[in-house]
């Protein structure tokens, strides 16, 4: 049986909007240029109930802003748009004219003011089961669990800015062994790509690692509190590249979960 992949298949023009799977960041668009998107987000599907939301900020004043975003399903290795892809979910902003029953006219739905917040609730299956982070416990992000977190992020970053990605890898085992297979790899795969990838950016003479700033450290609640994606106060992964190389900047954005339900020292790891 063909392995099955998810992915966005997103349109927009003229309009902010943040696009997000079971309270997961998925992509953000843009109102400054028109964006097409079709990222894959298998290891976000639950193999159940799901919710697509999104949040729509921002429109370009005397356009015809326009946002189309379909959860599809296909076959590992099809085309996106080959004519194998279902629509699982669709929000489309504004909602198309709808015909006058008694005549041809077109009459557009007026639209609510901004922000605004749009969703579709829809079912899946899929045969990975239940991912960690379903079930991981909630983040009270007290004080007491502020300062773990700020640890744990700072010696990974410590670790990498010293040129070495083996603890990620260690700290990313979860993740490689749920999230491999659902793309025909196995973790091992995973890590080798990694790895190679890693080998690359360092191996340039300007490479540089930004540097962890406490003061700029927003540790970002989602899935229900159970997953925690540390980033810039202006949204930037922390463990990203100081200064473009070729017009080219790595990021790396994680999510942080706990693994049991006491307290969390020792207990974190990165499950996506």
């Given at each position: 049986?063909?392995?099955?992949?998810?992915?966005?298949?997103?349109q927009s023009?003229g309009?902010t909007?943040e696009?997000?799977?079971n309270?997961?960041?998925?992509?953000?668009?843009?109102?400054?240029h028109?964006?097409?998107a079709?990222?894959t987000?298998?290891?976000?599907?639950i193999?159940?109930?799901?919710?697509?939301?999104?949040?729509?900020?921002e429109?370009?004043?005397?356009?015809?802003?326009?946002l189309r975003?379909?959860l599809c399903?296909?076959?590992?290795?099809d085309l996106?748009?080959?004519?194998?892809?279902?629509?699982?979910?669709v929000?489309?902003w504004?909602?198309?004219?709808?015909?006058?029953p008694?005549?041809d006219?077109q009459v557009a739905?007026?639209l609510p003011?901004?922000?605004?917040t749009?969703?579709?609730?829809?079912?899946?299956?899929?045969p990975?089961?239940p991912?960690?982070?379903?079930?991981a416990?909630?983040f009270?992000l007290?004080?007491r669990?502020?300062?773990?977190?700020?640890d744990?992020l700072r010696?990974?970053?410590?670790?990498l800015?010293?040129?070495s990605?083996?603890t990620?890898l260690?700290?990313?085992?979860?993740?490689?062994?749920e999230?491999?297979?659902a793309?025909?790899l196995?973790?091992?795969?995973?890590?080798?790509r990694v790895q190679?990838?890693?080998q690359?950016l360092t191996?340039?003479?300007?490479w540089q690692?930004?540097?962890?700033d406490e003061a700029d450290?927003?540790l970002?609640?989602h899935?229900?509190?159970?997953?925690v994606?540390p980033?810039?106060h202006e949204?930037?992964?922390?463990?990203?590249?100081a200064?473009?190389?070729?017009?080219?900047l790595w990021s790396?954005?994680i999510?942080?979960?706990r693994?049991n339900w006491?307290?969390?020292?020792g207990?974190?790891t990165?499950?996506?």
């Amino acid at each position: 049986m063909a392995t099955p992949i998810f992915y966005l298949h997103i349109q927009s023009q003229g309009c902010t909007a943040e696009i997000r799977l079971n309270d997961a960041p998925m992509f953000t668009v843009l109102r400054e240029h028109p964006q097409r998107a079709l990222p894959t987000i298998s290891e976000w599907v639950i193999d159940g109930d799901n919710l697509l939301v999104v949040h729509v900020h921002e429109i370009t004043p005397d356009t015809a802003p326009h946002l189309r975003v379909a959860l599809c399903q296909a076959s590992l290795g099809d085309l996106p748009e080959s004519g194998t892809t279902i629509e699982l979910a669709v929000i489309e902003w504004p909602p198309l004219p709808v015909p006058v029953p008694a005549g041809d006219l077109q009459v557009a739905v007026e639209l609510p003011g901004l922000p605004l917040t749009l969703s579709e609730p829809v079912v899946v299956t899929h045969p990975w089961g239940p991912w960690s982070w379903t079930d991981a416990p909630p983040f009270p992000l007290d004080a007491r669990t502020t300062a773990a977190l700020v640890d744990y992020l700072r010696d990974l970053h410590a670790t990498l800015a010293a040129g070495s990605v083996d603890t990620l890898l260690a700290e990313s085992s979860i993740k490689f062994n749920e999230v491999a297979p659902a793309y025909d790899l196995t973790p091992n795969d995973g890590r080798l790509r990694v790895q190679q990838a890693w080998q690359g950016l360092t191996s340039h003479a300007d490479w540089q690692l930004a540097a962890f700033d406490e003061a700029d450290l927003d540790l970002r609640l989602h899935c229900g509190g159970r997953l925690v994606e540390p980033t810039t106060h202006e949204g930037l992964p922390i463990f990203r590249q100081a200064v473009a190389i070729d017009g080219e900047l790595w990021s790396l954005a994680i999510f942080i979960g706990r693994t049991n339900w006491e307290y969390v020292v020792g207990e974190l790891t990165i499950l996506r």
